[in-house]
């Protein structure tokens, strides 16, 4: 048993499958002055008793790419550390009872192929060739994954940390973390049963027990466990005969798993009847235990799989895994900084963590070593979660994931759980006015409104069905051809002001400072040349301004403006949001409905586009800022909150005459879209430059010195090997889904990150990076929409007022 050091680079405190997973990649990348601590025994938590499967599949384009390494590490872990293995990569067979299945299939292969993997759409017949024992009642056909299979976890977990010792590395079994605090000199001082060990950095990759580590550094990790059960059967005569493995069977509709182990199958649902365990406290140790059994859940499911592969009914239950596996609110494990601290890291409440593993270590350790991941995993950053995901929001996030783990992520379907979490002054009273939410960032915005006597059914489709389409159609109507307001709590919002404030955020944009009383657009890049994040710079004075950001971005965007923070600064950063919100009014009679509310002159030659000025409205002062995300003539109202809905009463009172309309998100993306807006974490990702997005007017290369600068000026001279386009395509009933496949030919040539329908032009719209050479004016392409390929035109960006004339009217 290895001696606990006095200190380290890096301390990680879990050793399940994902702690020693980035233990061996942090080894991989020569960092091995490493100490990885556990509890325990090596995969005593939640690494025991999991399934091993081994999918690819994932809705998310990031997340496929990070499960797609972890298969492609598997296949030769075993050798490269020279730990045997049982890995079986059998392939999977996913059941599709519907047409929307079936177009989820289609979509998710498509992104498959663009990632190289060879998934294959099937018929009900060619199901049955790849698993003989099914029926095939109710099914409309189904998708196959060559490159599904399973691996041993604790197998799995041994070679990691094989492979890291023999590179270096150190593990110490047997020693809990009793307390961790940070030194003045920013390390952390980690105590333990064994003693204590400075570090340099620590992760908590501790499964379903960091909350307790969390807790130790003031962190509240959003976390509950869940009960996962699956039953392993006992040995079937026809599985014995066959020889070879039979590949894993997903049947997503029904909500099951079913794949052999030895000559049984395990059956694995994900039952309606989820159940969150230890909401009180968790017991000191838990290690290698499971819950007791609780089959009366999964009555139903079981007679499902049964009739659907009738040899699991013709054997008995063999034995029963009941245990503990951590989820977060939307089921993605938290990889990445944790908001608020420095040199610590998360790498933890991992659902499904044999499978993430690889490329959760890989990820972890990039992050150490190199201070960004190669992919943007944002869906999986620890820090889109803010101050709303509180306990009761957490679990019941949990329960609502995990009875809709195999569920289609449907564009315009807004689960209920856990919301309201935050909400507007203006929330009851939208409410009444027919207004349907969402959440945003944690933040209820209205996303359409159903006129009185309307059903808001929730069209579960991808297609362009329900009674959103027309009310989103009819609201985007009257932002163009009258006046239209928008209640926009939550906008994330910095004030830096004092001395050296301008020269300190010159040196982080990519671009030019907006003169005093104006406003720009500013990106802020990394190292390596890609966008960090977008914020809108308001400048009050020389040294004054607000940036403002995503409501989703908050915690993630303060981190990276204080990261760097001169020490010796005489300017402050102030986070404002809770002080503030917005009320967006915007349209051609935007300008006759504010200034009957106020003396300010409204006039162009007073208060130009892309300029900020002081208002008064009734008894409110705030600021309006002439600028929006619809390309429309308008203006941002940021009032304070207690000041919202009075002003939102006066301007609709103003506004009757005018034709004043209510509009919600769905609608704001569709204009946006017209105009080429780009969204934060869609659009926008640390994987593109500003100038492969096409921002080259923004970006100012001849300036002396902002971070990313070398990186951009190589892609400037070498060139960007693709370019952020507009599409218009000609698509049927439903729009680009992101992340659709562009085509030129027979040949895969772009990523649509933006589609929908634009009711100012009336056309379907993809925002997609393609090859350079492609993305010309006019260029003919094909999108592929749920598994069709539709054709598409390169245009020009703004597709609606290319000359902004309307939002200078």
């Known amino acids: 048993m290895a001696d606990l050091p006095s200190h380290a680079r890096v301390v990680i405190i879990g050793g399940g499958a994902v702690g020693a997973s980035t233990l061996y990649h942090l080894a991989k990348m020569g960092c091995t002055d490493t100490v990885l601590l556990e509890k325990n025994e090596l995969t005593s938590g939640s690494t025991w008793h999991a399934a091993g499967n081994c999918p690819t599949f994932s809705g998310s384009w990031n997340m496929m790419k990070l499960q797609k390494y972890s298969s492609e590490l598997f296949g030769r872990l075993a050798e490269e550390v020279d730990y045997p293995m049982n890995y ?15 177009e989820e299939f289609r979509h998710v292969s498509a992104m498959a192929r663009y990632q190289g993997l060879d998934y294959e759409m099937l018929g009900p017949n060619e199901l049955k060739d790849r698993y003989p024992f099914l029926e095939l009642h109710g099914l409309e056909g189904g998708l196959w994954d060559p490159d599904d299979g399973d691996i041993d976890p604790s197998q799995l977990t041994q070679a990691y940390a094989k492979g890291a010792r023999d590179m270096g590395a150190k593990i110490v079994r047997f020693c809990a973390v009793t307390a961790i605090s940070q030194l003045p000199s920013g390390e952390w001082k980690v105590e333990s049963e064994k003693g204590t060990i400075i570090a340099e950095k620590v992760v908590n990759a501790g499964g379903y027990r960091a909350a307790e580590i969390g807790r130790m550094v003031g962190r509240d990790v959003p976390s509950v466990a869940m009960s996962h059960q699956y039953l392993v059967t006992e ?55 499971l819950y007791p059994d609780d089959l009366d859940r999964l009555e139903w499911y079981i007679e499902q799989s049964c009739a659907r592969v009738p040899i699991l009914g013709s054997v008995g239950v063999q034995k029963v895994i009941n ?35 690889g490329g959760a270590g890989k990820t972890m350790a990039e992050w150490i070593v190199e201070g960004e991941p190669e992919w943007d995993l944002w869906v999986i950053d620890p ?15 949990a329960v609502e994931l995990y009875q809709n783990e195999y569920a289609i992520g449907f564009p315009h379907e807004e689960r209920p759980a856990g919301r309201p979490a935050k909400v507007s002054p203006l929330y009851e009273k939208l409410a009444a006015k027919g207004a349907q939410f969402g959440g945003r960032g944690g933040w209820e915005r209205a996303v359409w409104f159903a006129d009185a006597g309307t059903q808001p059914e929730v069209a579960l489709t991808y297609h362009r069905e329900g009674a959103w389409y027309p009310a989103v159609a009819a609201e985007c109507k009257a932002v163009s051809e009258a006046v239209g307001i928008l209640d926009m709590p939550g906008f994330t919002k910095f004030e830096v002001t004092g001395p050296g404030a301008a020269d300190w955020l010159n040196g982080l944009i990519a671009g030019p400072l907006p003169k005093v009383g104006r406003v720009s657009l500013g990106y802020f890049c990394s190292e390596r040349g890609g966008v960090v994040t977008e914020m809108t710079l308001t400048r009050f004075g020389e040294d004054r301004f607000w940036l403002i950001s995503a409501a989703a971005g908050e915690w993630h965007d303060e981190d990276w403006l204080r990261a760097h923070l001169p020490a010796d600064a005489a300017f402050t950063l102030t986070n404002v949001t809770p002080r503030w919100s917005t009320l967006v009014l915007a349209g051609p009679k935007s300008r006759e409905v504010l200034s009957q509310v106020t003396e300010s002159d409204l006039s162009n030659a007073a ?40 002003v939102y009463d006066l301007l609709w009172q103003a506004g009757e005459e005018h034709g004043i309309r209510d509009f919600g998100m769905y609608a704001m993306d569709s204009l946006r879209l017209e105009k080429g ?107 592929e929409i749920l598994g069709e390929r539709c054709p598409a035109k390169v245009a020009v960006s703004p597709l609606f007022d290319p000359k902004n004339e309307r939002l200078r009217a």
């Open 88 to 102: 079986h990569r059998t392939g999977s067979v996913r059941l599709a009872q519907n047409t929307a299945r079936m």
């Open 235 to 289: 040995e079937i005569p026809e599985l014995a005969a066959l020889g070879d493995k039979i590949p894993l069977l997903r049947d997503p509709d029904d909500s099951y798993y079913l794949r052999q182990e030895g000559n049984g199958l395990i059956l694995g649902p994900y039952e309606w009847q989820a159940t969150p365990h230890w909401l009180d406290k968790m017991p000191d140790d838990f290690s290698f235990q």
């Open 323 to 357: 245990g503990p596996i951590p989820y977060t609110p939307d089921g993605n494990p938290l990889v990445g900084p944790a908001p608020g601290l420095t040199n610590f890291y998360e790498a933890c409440v991992f659902s499904f963590g044999i499978a993430q593993s």
């Open 383 to 397: 820090r889109r979660y803010t101050d709303f995901a509180t306990k009761r929001y957490v679990v019941d996030k």
């Open 607 to 646: 208060f130009p586009w892309l300029s900020v000025q002081p208002i008064e409205v009734a008894q409110a002062r705030g600021y309006a800022i002439r600028v929006n995300y619809v390309g429309e003539l308008g203006w941002e109202l940021h009032l304070p909150v207690e000041a919202v809905a009075p």
């Open 677 to 783: 807006y780009m969204a934060w974490k869609q659009d926008l990702a640390s994987e593109y430059s500003p100038l492969r997005s096409s921002l080259d007017r923004f970006i100012r290369l001849d300036k002396e010195a902002f971070i990313g600068r070398e990186a951009l000026l190589k892609e400037k001279q070498a060139g960007s090997v693709e370019r952020f386009v507009p599409l218009v395509v000609e698509a049927k009933t439903a729009d680009a889904p992101f992340c659709s496949i562009v085509w030129k030919g027979d040949r895969q040539v772009g990523l649509v990150t933006s589609g929908g329908y634009g009711h100012r032009i009336n056309k379907s719209i993809a925002l997609a990076y393609v090859e350079t050479d492609l993305a010309q004016d006019g260029e003919d392409l094909e999108v």
